[in-house]
Nanobody, 117 residues
Framework: QVQLVESGGGLVQAGGSLRLSCAGS????????MGWYRQAPGKQRELVAT???????NYADSVKGRFTISRDNAKKTVYLQMNSLKPEDTAVYYC???????????WGQGTQVTVSS
């Protein structure tokens, strides 16, 4: 059964850092382009960072220069290093696949990130 498990969230002061992890239990993990999404209260889920199968990355303007996405295919894990956190980064963070069909894997439970001012 395909499962994505996010971890690493928490409460941090503005300017602080967190590192999120997403472990995927699926065959063929390395061929998926993956991304980190987030959903703040009352807002739609948004895609903030992507990493392709070969490792190319892309970021939403709101996090560019502060967040770094990476992957370890041997561990079937995607990471999101978040630095210089802002209160507006507060959200539940999820990982999932990215592509023309959008996210296609079952959503995990997400991990809560709360940034205090």
């Amino acid at each position: 059964q395909v499962q994505l498990v996010e971890s690493g969230g928490g409460l941090v002061q503005a300017g602080g850092s967190l590192r999120l992890s997403c472990a995927g239990s699926l065959i063929g993990f390395s061929i998926y382009h993956m991304g980190w999404y987030r959903q703040a209260p009352g807002k739609q889920r948004e895609l903030v960072a992507t990493v392709t199968s070969p490792g190319s990355t892309n970021y939403a303007d709101s996090v560019k220069g502060r967040f770094t996405i990476s992957r370890d295919n041997a561990k079937k894990t995607v990471y999101l290093q978040m630095n210089s956190l802002k209160p507006e980064d507060t959200a539940v963070y999820y990982c999932n696949s990215v592509g023309s069909s959008g996210p296609t894997l079952p959503w995990g439970q997400g991990t809560q990130v709360t940034v205090s001012s």
